[in-house]
């Protein structure tokens, strides 16, 4: 019992110290499922940057703004990933980023879950989204991980299609160091 309090006195100590967080890019990743011809598929887009203030103590103080760079896209196709990187999805030329910013963190049900409200920004178009996420200390650093779901239509992304799914869903690691 000693240990387990003293390894969550030791995370909160951790996260209330260190209340400015900056994104690596390894560890960190925004990863994507989508049904097509009826069957998943998915990829990762890494390149992530940006700036995070977190304590877990007071979440209503925290804040949240991380990018990801569309060029990264990876679906283990060259072929489908230069595609995607196309003005038909997700134009990275002319929309380099995907953009995630909080407007608002709330307290969750433990010491580690919170819930995220703000806008998520794709090829030039802003739509509110909410999610509970995760917050843990890890490596020297804080891991964010959260998932939701968008519609691709929502933000232009694609054609409308009889054999793609216009729903994604979106896993989200943020791996980030005390800056």
Known sequence: MKQLFFIAALFSA???QAQVFIPTDEGSKLHFVIKNFA???GGDISGMEGRIIFDASKPGAAGIDVKAKVSTIDTDNEKRDNHLKNEDFFDAEKYPDIRIQSTRITKGAD???FNFSGNLTI???TKKISFPFTAEGKNGGALFTGNFEILRSDFGIGKESATMSDKVK???SVFAKAG
């Open 170 to 172: 979106v896993s989200l």
């Open 39 to 41: 069957v998943n598929t």
């Open 111 to 113: 010491l580690k879950r």
């Open 14 to 16: 951790t996260l209330v």
């Open 123 to 125: 090829k030039g178009k």
